[in-house]
């Protein structure tokens, strides 16, 4: 495999690893593979039926001339002459050589002539090399020629040897009369020789001699040679046509189709990267190979359309999703003006100091704050929250923040400015959306606050020098739950020097990551921390008290708060200034 | 996280609370007190488990007090500390039965 990634290669590397030369390739080893055991396989059972043909006919045909020779002539005189004469010979020296002379009467004989020419008719059989009478030396593993027709170059005279091996030579002498009797050997001069043969044995049992046929085997060779060059050449042409057949139709039928569904897909991401609208860039390949590549193929043109349904769809939803926050991030700016945010508040005032925070879960909330001028001498002061967040407790702040200050401007008590809400808003409340209001006037020559508390968390107070605490005040039920209901007011004296923290349910319920809630009591404990502070500092204190505490956890309600510290008139500063020293 | 275990008797419905009952899992106790009150003469409902519960949360119980206000009675058992003190504060406990 190669290394590279197919996307890092070059034209020429991406052809040598193509599928269509790997098909080649693996073709034409295949076929090489397949074609030489063929080749073993084929050759193999040519040369052993064509060697056991030659066999078959060498072994009858000495089976043959053995048998005619019996009828016609007795071999034994001439075959023991001629083995006397060579053991006498070869007894004198083991070196020594043969003597034509010592041997030339044997050819004279009668029967040597008898038996030389009913031999020769066997040499015009094919293939047949020689037909001869030998008898074997065991003593010296030699083949002694008796009698042989043979009128060429090669002709043996009787007495003649030749050495041959022991091995062969000991089938021959110890043959049962059974199966064929056949030597193969490889000779200089002839090349692949087949020597079958028949013996003949005297009336006590003992060989006399050899009727021996040399077959040649050379057709043999030669046949397994050409077939071998032969099965080679068409071999390699049939392989090679095949191997280029086969790529061809691999290339029509796999390669192609692949190619385009690659060129669709690269294409299909260059449109969508120039924002080009086409959707059919795999419909339109129209593969038609009714395979696998087919399927890939509808299935990538489904993927395609569903791509294009899917996108379409999220365009759509994240423009809706866009408008909702355009929306919202409007609805909350709206009710953010909605809360007086300018500090200094009350510029004209230097009797009070007034300062507040609100912060939404979400985009908009239900928490509100309100302060304004009844008339010259009196502040009201609203905190609020409506059940539940987000959009519907949006609404519902609304109304009620207004509907509040329009009773408020009236110039009735707080009680009574809290009933009128209740009655009006429970009036019309299908929904059942209620709201906690704490609701307080300040009399600002005086200091005196009068409130009223409609289901709201207590408010926190200090009076001069000391520290903040909670008032256990009276409670009137929440605003919106049940119409008819009456409150109560009660009043706190704020001296000069005195502070008013009003706060929603957001700071005590704020959990930290083990839903632990921050508390009333960690709230106490930061206002004190620093209580001389001035209303703003004071307001950011908590607000730092209560994000360390959270961390990380989300905040899952509104946080609103408001201070107030009352500074009195200029006089009575300066009497308490004494006081606070 | 809210679990909401109903059992009835007769035309006595028992709904016991466990958890947060806040502006994520109201919704849940509103509909499945919307589904089941129907024919319900007394309500009880059971905090003894409710180990919170936010604004949100008292609007589903101030429905459910309005709704059962007109077709029998509603009351609230085993009301723990933490949650007591919001009732007072909001001022529920003057509204409600409390036991």
Redo the contacts between chains.
Sequence with gaps: MPEKNIREMSEQERKRYSLASRIFQSTIIGSIILGITALLIGLGMFSYSLVNQYISEGFSLSENAASILNRTVDIKPLSEAVMQEYRALRAQDEHTEYDPERFSSFAEREDYQTICSVLSEYLNFDQVEFVYLAMYDEDRSAMVYIADPDESEEHMMPGEWESVSEKGMKRFLNWDGTGRLYEIDRTEKYGWLCTTGVPFRGEDGAIRAFVLTDVSLVNVVNGMKSLFWQYTAGLIIIMNLFAYLLTRQMKRTVIQPIDAISQAAQDYVKDRREGNDVDDHFSSLNIKTGDEIENLSSVMSDMERDLAEHEEDLTRVTAEKERINTELTLANRIQTDMLPNIYPAFPEYSEFDIYAYSKPAREVGGDFYDYFLIDQDHLCMVMA?????GIPAALFMMASKIILSNNAMMNIRPSEILKNTNDLICSNNRE???V?VWLGILEISTGKVTAAN?????PAVMHENGRFELIQDK????IG??SGLEYQDYEIMLEPGSKLFLYT?GIP?AADAASE?YGTDRMLDALNSEPGADVRKLIENIQDSVSGFAGNTEQ??DITMLCLEYKGKEQMRDQAEPHQK | MLNINKSTDGSKLTVALEGRL??NTSPDLEASLQESLDGVTELVLDLEKLD?I???G??VL??AH?MMSKQGSMKVVHVNTTVMEIF?????L??LTVE
Excluded: N, P, Q
Aim: aromatic residues 12%; charged residues 30%; without cysteine.
């Design positions: 929250d409506v059940s539940d967040k059942e959306m209620f906690t409609a289901g709201h968390e207590y409670h009137g039920f929440i739950g049940i349910d319920e809630l899952s309600d | 806040d502006t919170y936010s604004s949100a008292l609007r101030l429905a309005k007072e504060i909001t001022g529920f003057d509204i």
